[in-house]
């Protein structure tokens, strides 16, 4: 047997990583037809919107799907016919965390994983080469593999691989333009490694054959919540010393700057915040931990938690500042949050740490005002009523005010607290902003964004992450 020359690409679940990803496949291989299906048909719509109004606000993104869209490249809800005329399919479906049965709040929902699976093995009357592009935990392919051979039709074989992805959000385009390496892990058998040649070959269209990095499968599943872990320990680690900072008179952005040149350490992922959020870290580590418990590792498990931990601990701390420098109380007072996003450059909100922030503050009966250039409205009320569930939205609405412009949400607020490092925030008329609060006007930076001694000057009191209140 020689590895299958892909024609036909199918991708199930146009989300945040489908979507992106297969894009730039179409883009960068135009022999190849790429379709990527979900089962929501408003995404879909959205993908396939005359206007280019995309699902995912994501730079550069709109450029891509323009050149490949109607070319080799579609969106649709027809899941099954896309499966059938494919040779590879992509499943790049959601793996939330549990929220009820075993492993609740840990383990991964492998439901939408499965069901994908199932609909592949029901519809497929060819052999295909089925790949995980979903975070799983380790040896999610087995479990994949039993489904396709116990339901699959004479003829018909499936090779599973592993090719997690590694993209960021905000910089998803740039990342798969130029990724550090793709990893993609197959079975160590002469159709495992056919298969893997298969999916090698696609990259090899733009990724230099240097960062296509080959392993086994389970080592590439595990790779991928190791990476995250990792990725994600840097800033719980970071953050734990901004709190020494605050304490003791450093400055986490000179210790960070110093511990980074260090070549061993590396200056990236270093920035101190008001916590982590995202889709993925907070899940991939808590399913690390899971993994860890059910293999009996218990002291693992309890490692990686405290990565989890510390960022819970940040947010609070962060909150409980506010309070403390708004004379111990925030009832009543008004306070602007700028930013909903959990980073700059995206309109995800997913674990937002500015959720919890607006929690925090409106438990403590302050009145919210809250400004992102990028987040829908919908999508932080259902934010902040998922968060509050036994809190009608009506009461929710009586506390928290959305607002046009962050000069509009400053108005007559008593303090600002910066919840995402929007480039915006930087450039906006801080003398403006000060002329419109309440006096003294607090600024707290939660993302080590704005020029404190700047705005010191112009007569703000300014709490920055990981520098002690008292200097500016
Ligand atoms: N968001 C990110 O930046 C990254 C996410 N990942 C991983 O990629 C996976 C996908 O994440 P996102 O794209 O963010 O999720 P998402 O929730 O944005 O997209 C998943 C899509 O799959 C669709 N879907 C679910 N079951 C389906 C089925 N049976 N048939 C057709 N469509 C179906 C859903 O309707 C949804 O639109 C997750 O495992 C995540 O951990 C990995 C790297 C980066
Ligand atoms: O599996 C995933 O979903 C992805 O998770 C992260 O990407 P993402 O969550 O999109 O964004 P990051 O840039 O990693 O930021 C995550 C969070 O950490 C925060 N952060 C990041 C870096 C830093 O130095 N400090 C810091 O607080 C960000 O503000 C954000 O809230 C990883 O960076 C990607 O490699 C991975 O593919």
Excluded at 161 to 185: Q, W
Excluded at 317 to 346: E, H, P, Q, W, Y
Aim: charged share 25%; proline share 4%.
């Amino acid at each position: 047997m020689a590895p299958v020359k892909v024609s036909k690409i199918c991708c199930i679940g146009a989300g945040y990583v489908g979507g992106p990803t297969c894009a730039v496949i179409a883009l960068k291989c135009p022999h190849i037809k790429v379709t990527i299906v979900d089962l929501n048909q408003a995404r879909v719509d959205a993908w396939n919107s005359p206007d280019f109004a995309l699902p995912i606000y994501e730079p550069g993104l709109e450029d891509v799907v323009r050149q490949a869209r109607g070319r080799n490249l579609f969106f649709s809800t027809n899941v099954d016919d896309a499966i059938e005329e494919a040779d590879l399919i992509f499943v790049s479906v959601n793996t939330p965390t549990k929220k009820s049965g075993v492993g609740a709040g840990f383990a991964a929902d492998l439901n939408y994983v499965e069901l994908a699976t199932r609909r592949i093995a029901a519809v497929a009357t060819s052999s295909k080469i089925v790949v995980e592009k979903s975070t799983v935990p380790c040896r999610t392919a087995e479990s994949m593999r039993t489904i396709l051979e116990a339901n699959s039709k004479p003829n018909c074989r499936f090779d599973i691989l592993s090719n997690p992805e590694f993209l960021a959000e905000g910089t998803a385009i740039t990342d798969l333009f130029g990724p550090d390496r793709v990893l993609i892990g197959s079975l160590q058998t002469p159709e495992g490694l056919d298969a893997c040649q298969s999916l090698k070959d696609i990259y090899g269209n733009w990724v230099p054959e240097e960062r296509i990095l080959t392993v086994g499968l389970w080592s590439s599943e595990l790779s991928k919540l190791a990476a995250n872990a990792m990725l994600a320990q840097r800033i719980s680690s970071v953050n734990a010393l901004s709190a020494i900072c605050e304490a003791t008179g450093a400055n986490i952005d000179e210790v960070a700057h110093a511990i980074g040149y260090d070549s061993r350490i590396g200056p990236k992922f270093l920035k101190a915040s008001v916590g982590f959020g995202g889709s993925c870290f907070q899940k991939d580590i808590l399913n690390l931990v899971y993994l860890s418990e059910s293999l009996h590792l218990p002291e693992v498990a309890a490692y990686w938690r405290q990565v989890v931990d510390m960022n819970e601990y940040q947010k609070r701390r962060f909150s409980k500042r506010v309070v403390d420098t708004l004379f111990n109380t925030i009832t009543g007072k008004r306070i602007a949050v700028l930013g909903f996003a959990f980073k700059a450059d995206t309109g995800d909100t997913r674990e937002s740490a500015a959720i919890t922030l607006i929690k925090d503050f409106q438990s403590e009966k302050a009145l919210v005002n809250v400004y992102d250039p990028q987040v829908e409205h919908e999508q932080i009320w259902a934010d902040l009523q998922e968060a509050s569930p036994l809190v009608p939205l009506d009461s929710i609405k009586k506390q928290v005010t959305l607002c046009k412009s962050a000069l509009e949400a400053c108005k007559n607020a008593e303090a600002v607290v910066i919840a995402t490092e929007w480039k915006e925030f930087k450039e906006i008329d801080w003398e403006a902003v000060y002329a419109g609060m309440n006096k003294p006007a607090f600024v707290f930076d939660g993302r080590l964004l704005v020029d404190a001694e700047k705005l010191t000057k112009i007569g703000f009191k300014v709490t920055t992450i990981g520098r002690p209140s008292s200097v500016a």
